[in-house]
Each structure stands twice: as structure tokens, then as C-alpha cells.
């Protein structure tokens, strides 16, 4: 099937689903208010008889009515909220794959002038690579994703990470079903995960816990001891009214440190609700692939206990700690259970057993994030190749049919390229908008893609674990007093620098020296590159200067040429955007001035 198809069947039938457990919660709601009409009934009728043991049956019967009318109806709004969040993901991966759309964040926190690659090859930012690669909604999955773009992985991490690219690729429910259980991060601060760790690290004591942790779980006891007691012994049905004033008395004593527990811990229950969901979906789940493997099993406490289940405790305790936002609820269990206290002690005692293995949970999730991220261009894009990772002491980088990603699949053209087992030097010279620079973007981007573990907009590609080193967007800096010309010697100078001292940088120039007059600009040019040659670098140089192209003669088996050109065709230009062997002979800078209206005349 058609993967838009796909996406948007997924779409409809998720709707659908919203729009039954939406009716459902409403009503269960409504039977909320019935509920406690009627309790509100019995104490009408107790009053009127003078029968208080009317009364607290009809408070046992509403609280657990009432509990179990909540549960339900927190239970259809879950699943509500899930499939509105299934539809999202779908409607997303729509909007990706027609118009380079994302609700997820396009990294452009990560951005850093002053990085090897990153600025020039638009690898974060709007209209980036990230913003069409990036599936993560926590900020700690968002880093991972974009610790992958920033450099190299070595050749058996980048082949476990294409393994496990293409066992995601083919669990595409499961895809979608964890990331709509992460969706709400995207709503919430980017250190939510901090806090949380934070927040189970920061103890709360009680004085006298042991004491008051035995009387907790003995009061509703005595009270019920009690009202049984009045059915036989009319005078005892005052005591329980005395016991549960003075419980909650007990509770309000402890008020301060209740309140400052709920504080933060009260915002992170549903968190936790849908971190347990994915814990869940990636223990559940039956993975093949070693790296995927490795990740699962890190999800599970020394006991081989699943995280998810110690992480589903804490949520309950907290959501149970939450029901004292209502009023009337907060009078009724503080006074029977005392229930902030209880709950105070669960969660203190479930912090000291189970914080070690937080913090390594949350980082699972963010590395599947990061595959989850790349596997989405492999299901998107069926057409994409999976590269092959070369080992050697030269230099390969070869593809067929390659293309930019981010060209949509309508307007990109496809270009071979065949750099293998070798040390060269590439001429790339055109006309202007002929193409040059964006196949150098192409060339890079492509690279980048595959170094981190992800397919390639290609049909074909072999590639050696280099280090891109881009030369092409050099600007000035007012802050840093950098003119053009400076900050265009400065990157040549950590180019000349990283291809002495690193292994198999792999550099991509456009337009050297353009800060500078047009004889000193080819000398420095040609310099620059006889030296790369001598310290035997390898990359590619675009150029609008026919005079560089002749370091072929003088270097014939080190340098080779190739050229972007234009047809005219009665006056109009025509770009075919082809990579072709040899030097650009056609030129267009006075075809387009004349364009615009300036007659540049002949010599």
C-alpha cells in the first residue's frame, strides 16, 4: 500500500476511535453527578431519621462508587487522548512527506556557526535536516538525535544503528505507537526528565513515619470496628466521628510537607503515565537486532523486574495523591485512610528502593528515539538505500542516482559520483546557479546521513567513516570584530590544520577566498590547494575560476575536473543540473545582469 495511503487510513480510523471514547468519558461523567446525588440523598434521609449509620454506608458506597466511575472515566479520556495523539503522529508523517512539514522540534538550539559542517550543510534549523528526520519529544531523545549529526559514529556502531533503522522500519504500529505515548513531551519543559530525577533524589521525612505508617493502616480498621459496634451499641456511633476528627487533625499537621511533595510531584503522575506506556511498548516488544536488544535489557532492574511496572507504582501513588484536589474527597479519605500521609510514605519509600535505574531508563528511550527519528525515512522513503560502510586507507565515496534530500522528490535531480579506494582532489567549476554548490550540499548532507546510521537519498552508495569539513557559508562577525577575508582564513587554516592531524577528512569548498580581489584570490586558491595536495587531502573545490581547473595539468593523477553548464535556447537559459567530466566552457553572469536590465557589452 501506498505509504500516504497508509497514513491516512491510520488517520481516519484513529478519529473514529477519539470521537467513541469521547462520548463514553461524558457519560460516565454524568454518572459521576448521579453518584453523588444520591449520597447527597442518604445524608437527606439520615438527618431526617436521626441515623448516622445511614450515613457512613452511603460514604462507603459513594466512595467506592465514585472511585470506580473516576477510574472508568480517566480511562476512556486516556484512550481519547491516545488516539487523537495516533491521528497527530499520522497526519505528521503526512505533512513530512508532501511539504517537509514537523511538529516535532527542528533542532535549531543545536546549531553552531563555528561547526565543522553543521551551518553550511543546513543539518539544523527550519527547512533542515533535522526538522525532517527528527521524531523525538523529549529533549533528552532531541540531544541524542543530535549528537549523531554532529560527528561520525565508528563503522560497527553505524552498522548496528542500520540494523536497527531497518527492524524499526518494519514495525511500523509499533512506530507510531510509542510515539504517540511520547507525544505530550512536546508540551512540556525541556528539563522535565530532569526534574523528575531531581525531584526522586530529594527525600521528605516524617517524624515518627514508622509510627504514623502503622496507624495509617490501621485506622480505617478501628473505624469500621466501631461502626459495626453501633449497629449493637447505640453511644459508639459518636466515637467515629471523634476518631476521624482527630485523623484529620493528623494530616493537617503534616500539611506543609504534603503540599510540598504535591507541588512537584502532582505535575509529573501523567508524566509518568505515559513514560510507563513506552517503557511498556519497548519491553514488550520482541527485537532482533543486537543494538535494539542491548537497550531492551537495560530496561530492567537488577531483579530482571521491567522498569515499567516500578515506574506504573510511583504514577499510582502520585494520581492517588492527586485526588485531594477535590474537596470533598480530601475531607473523606484524609479523615477515614488519612490519605496524604499514607501516600507521602508510599512514594518516600518507593524513591529509596527504586531510583538507581531511573535515569538509565529515560536514556533507553531517548537512543530509541534517535532510531526511531532515522527509521522514519526508511519507511517514508522505500526508495532510499541503506549504504555500505567501506573500510581501507584511502578515500571512497561513490553513489548512484544521488540527490539532496531536502529538494522535494518533484523538483530534485539525481546525480552518479565515484570517488573509491583513492586520494583525489575534485575541480567542480559552472555557471552560476548551475548547480555547483548544491551538489557539494548534496554530496555532504547524503554523507552525514549515512555516518550516523540512516538511509540515503540515493540508489546506491558506498562510503569510507570520514570527517566533513565544509567551507562555504563564511561570514563576519561584528561581535567578534571578524572581517569576511578573516574569518574565510581562519576556517582554512582548521582545514589545513584537521587534514594533518585527523584521520580521512573529507573537505567541501565553494567559492575559496571570495573576500579578497580576484589575482590574489586565485594565487591563494591555487596555494591552498596544492598544499592540500601535498598533505594529501581529499575533497572537492567549486569554483567560478577556469584558471583553477588547470591544477589537473600539473597534477594529473591527483586532480580531476568537472563542471555544471547551461544550455540558452532562443535567449532563455536551460539548467540540467548534471555533474559532467571535464572544465565548464559556458558562462552566464552577463545573461543574467542583462536580465535584470544591466548591459554588460563586449570587449
Not at 88 to 100: A, H
Not at 190 to 202: M, P
Not at 364 to 393: D, H, K, M, T
Request: hydrophobic share 45%.
Amino acid at each position: 500500500m501506498d505509504i500516504l495511503t497508509d497514513y491516512r487510513q491510520r488517520a481516519d480510523f484513529a478519529q473514529k476511535e477519539a470521537d467513541k471514547y469521547k462520548e463514553l468519558a461524558n457519560n460516565y461523567s454524568l454518572l459521576r453527578l448521579v453518584a453523588f446525588g444520591l449520597f447527597i440523598v442518604a445524608v437527606c434521609i439520615a438527618v431526617s431519621t436521626d441515623e448516622i449509620t445511614v450515613v457512613a454506608i452511603a460514604l462507603v458506597i459513594l466512595i467506592i462508587c465514585f472511585s470506580w466511575l473516576v477510574n472508568k472515566q480517566n480511562g476512556f479520556e486516556t484512550l481519547k487522548n491516545y488516539f487523537l495523539d495516533i491521528k497527530r503522529v499520522n497526519e505528521n508523517e503526512i505533512g513530512s512527506i508532501e511539504s517537509c512539514k514537523n511538529i516535532y522540534d527542528d533542532g535549531a538550539m543545536f546549531n553552531d556557526d563555528k561547526h565543522i559542517y553543521t551551518a553550511d550543510l543546513d543539518i539544523f534549523g527550519s527547512y533542515s535536516l533535522y526538522q525532517l528526520v527528527n521524531r523525538a519529544a523529549t529533549f533528552p531523545g532531541m540531544a541524542k538525535l543530535a549528537s549523531w549529526l554532529h560527528q561520525p559514529a565508528a563503522k560497527d556502531v553505524i552498522i548496528e544503528r542500520q540494523q536497527a533503522v531497518d527492524e524499526i522500519a518494519g514495525k511500523n504500529d509499533w512506530k507510531l505507537d510509542i510515539q504517540a505515548h511520547l507525544l505530550f513531551s512536546l508540551k512540556q519543559s525541556r528539563d522535565q526528565i530532569k526534574n523528575l530525577v531531581a525531584y526522586l533524589k530529594i527525600p521528605v521525612t516524617l517524624q515518627s513515619e514508622k509510627l504514623l505508617a502503622i496507624y495509617c493502616q490501621a485506622s480505617p480498621y478501628i473505624l469500621l470496628a466501631l461502626a459495626i459496634a453501633s449497629i449493637f451499641y447505640a453511644p459508639a456511633r459518636y466515637i467515629p466521628p471523634l476518631i476521624m476528627l482527630v485523623n484529620f487533625r493528623i494530616v493537617s499537621s503534616k500539611a506543609s510537607l504534603v503540599q510540598k511533595a504535591d507541588l512537584i510531584a502532582g505535575k509529573i503522575g501523567t508524566t509518568l503515565h505515559h513514560f510507563v506506556l513506552a517503557f511498556k511498548s519497548i519491553e514488550n516488544e520482541e527485537w532482533q537486532s543486537p543494538y535494539l536488544k542491548s537497550l531492551a535489557i537495560q530496561i530492567k532492574n537488577e531483579n530482571g523486574e521491567s522498569i515499567s511496572g516500578k515506574v506504573e507504582q510511583l504514577s499510582q501513588l502520585i494520581n492517588k495523591l492527586n485526588y485531594r484536589l477535590n474537596m470533598v474527597m480530601l475531607v473523606v479519605l484524609n479523615a477515614i485512610f488519612l490519605w496524604d500521609i499514607r501516600q507521602l510514605i508510599a512514594i518516600e519509600n518507593w524513591k529509596k528502593n527504586n531510583l538507581v535505574h531511573i535515569e538509565a531508563a529515560f536514556n533507553v528511550v531517548a537512543e530509541f528515539e534517535a532510531v526511531i527519528s532515522l527509521s522514519s525515512l526508511r519507511i517514508n522513503y522505500p526508495e532510499w538505500c541503506i549504504p555500505q560502510i567501506v573500510e581501507g586507507e584511502s578515500y571512497t565515496l561513490a553513489a548512484k542516482s544521488l540527490a539532496h534530500p531536502l529538494i522535494g522528490a518533484d523538483k530534485r535531480v539525481t546525480n552518479d559520483y565515484e570517488l573509491t579506494d583513492t586520494f583525489k582532489i575534485d575541480i567542480i567549476t559552472g555557471s552560476n546557479m548551475a548547480g555547483k554548490s548544491t551538489f557539494l550540499r548534496t554530496i555532504g548532507i547524503n554523507t552525514v546521513l549515512a555516518l550516523c546510521g540512516a538511509p540515503v537519498c540515493a540508489a546506491e552508495m558506498q562510503v569510507s567513516v570520514i570527517t566533513v569539513i565544509t567551507y562555504m557559508r563564511i561570514k563576519d562577525s561584528l561581535n567578534e570584530s571578524t572581517s569576511t577575508f578573516k574569518a574565510e582564513l581562519d576556517r582554512l587554516q582548521m582545514l589545513l590544520g584537521a587534514v594533518e592531524t585527523e584521520n580521512k577528512v573529507f573537505f567541501l569548498i565553494d567559492e575559496m577566498l571570495r573576500g579578497t580581489n580576484s589575482v590574489d584570490k586565485y594565487r591563494g586558491s591555487k596555494a591552498v590547494i596544492e598544499q592540500l595536495i601535498k598533505k594529501k587531502g581529499v575533497g572537492m573545490v567549486a569554483t567560478h575560476d577556469l584558471q583553477i581547473a588547470e591544477l589537473e595539468q600539473s597534477h594529473p593523477n591527483y586532480v580531476r575536473n568537472f563542471y555544471f553548464d547551461i544550455q540558452v535556447i532562443n535567449g532563455e537559459m536551460v539548467f540540467d543540473y548534471k555533474i559532467k567530466d571535464g572544465e565548464c566552457k559556458t558562462f552566464n553572469a552577463s545573461l543574467l545582469l542583462k536580465q535584470i536590465g544591466i548591459d554588460v557589452g563586449e570587449e
